[in-house]
């Protein structure tokens, strides 16, 4: 079992930053991919950006590429997610994820994830 729980979200203007972070709890943390997905109002929930279990590799959905970056401090159990110049259409419900098998990718599958957090409100007011 992995529990996750997602903490940063907010209201921030548009071109504004935020950092979110998921701390993890359960098994091995360095041993599983972790990604970040989202939820806009009325749409179905879209990958953002996942990392491996190294943090070696990482990659993005082409809408948050050179804003979002992703990282892992595996001695502290927590995957960040650094948002910058936010725009009115990165509003959503951010949820973390991990993919615990972790043989291959990471990947931006929404089904290879086995545990989700329960998610955090992020808001950009124009």
């Known amino acids: 079992q992995v529990q996750l729980i997602e903490s940063g979200g907010g209201l921030v203007q548009a071109g504004g930053s935020l950092r979110l972070s998921c701390a993890a709890s359960g098994r091995t943390f360095r041993n599983y991919h972790l990604g970040w997905f989202r939820q806009a109002p009325g749409k179905e929930r879209e990958f953002v950006t996942t990392i491996s279990w190294s943090g070696g590799s990482t990659y993005y959905a082409d809408s948050v590429k050179g804003r979002f970056t992703i990282s892992r401090d595996n001695a502290k159990n927590t995957v960040y997610l650094q948002m910058n110049s936010l725009k009115p259409e990165d509003t959503a419900v951010y949820y973390c994820?991990?993919?615990?098998?972790?043989?291959?990718?990471?990947?931006?599958?929404?089904?290879?994830?086995?545990?989700w957090g329960q998610g955090t409100q992020v808001t950009v007011s124009s």
């Open positions: 994820a991990a993919d615990i098998d972790a043989v291959v990718g990471p990947y931006s599958i929404e089904s290879l994830y086995e545990y």
